[in-house]
């Protein structure tokens, strides 16, 4: 039975159709982000450039392939070509923004700061390779092989992945339709940002153009100015600080899973 059908619905999700509009608001998303982390990180502004690909994963790629799994938060991949000359980039906890009101609907086990869906944006670093895609399918291949048992070990390469950048709308990885979610009752922390579409669409649309190829790559940008961006330091994951030796490497293929 499709997901989205029967009496086990879940209530929690929305089954409202993704589209490309939707994709092109979470790129942005994911460029005010990387614009945030590298004004904050100046030492690490060499990772700039190896920007690769930002996707949709998981449950909303899914969804956005198929439209029965339902919507529950949205997960967004930014990856990272990776370049051994270049300072060590540590993968943060996951940071989630605030989707807004929209045909999404939010989650009910969200805390009230979320007036939309969570949206979470996760840093990876994936093999140099001449096609950004065929990196991405080699990285994903490997962790599908490590983890072979979807149902033991659950990881984003059980599940589609849809490009944002480049080629918006594309399916860069389909392992077959996924199973059928097990429902949650836990929420996320809260926002760090509101995805609000006007202010992502004109702040950061000279990032976008500089990630797409537009505008040079090597033009200076100024760290975005909007007051609901509000990001922590690269050690601090929610209001709470934790220690940075909690952070993990994002290098290569190893490590393990936040």
């Not at 996924?178 to 429902?183: E, G, H, S």
């Not at 609000?196 to 090597?218: C, I, K």
Request: charged residues 25%; glycine residues 8%.
């Amino acid at each position: 039975m499709p997901h989205s059908e029967g009496a086990d619905r879940d209530l929690a999700r929305s089954y409202a159709r993704l589209d490309k509009s939707d994709l092109a608001r979470l790129g942005r998303a994911a460029q005010a982000e990387l614009d945030a982390f590298f004004a904050r990180n100046p030492h690490l502004a060499g990772w700039r450039d190896r920007v690769r690909i930002i996707a949709l994963a998981q449950g909303g790629a899914e969804h956005y392939l198929r439209g029965r799994r339902g919507v529950r938060d949205l997960d967004v991949i930014v990856c990272f070509a990776d370049d051994l000359r270049l300072p060590r980039l540590f993968r943060r906890m996951i940071i989630s923004w605030d989707w807004g009101p929209s045909k999404l609907g939010r989650c009910p086990h969200d805390p009230p700061e979320y007036t939309g869906r969570a949206v979470d944006v996760a840093f990876w670093v994936i093999p140099d390779r001449p096609s950004p895609v065929a990196g991405l399918r080699e990285w994903l291949a490997a962790r599908a092989a490590r983890k072979a048992d979807p149902e033991r070990n659950p990881d984003l390469a059980h599940e589609p992945v849809v490009l944002i950048c480049p080629d918006l709308g594309s399916v860069a990885w389909d392992p077959g339709e996924a199973r059928a979610p097990k429902a949650k009752t836990t929420g996320h922390r809260n926002p760090m940002a509101w995805c609000h579409p006007e202010a992502l669409r004109f702040t950061h649309l000279v990032g976008w153009l500089r990630l797409t190829g537009v505008v040079d790559l090597t033009g200076k940008r100024s760290p975005p100015s909007w007051p609901d961006h509000r990001f922590p330091d690269q050690e601090v994951v929610s209001p709470t600080r934790v220690p940075s030796r909690s952070l993990m490497p994002v290098h290569g293929l190893g490590g393990a899973d936040v």
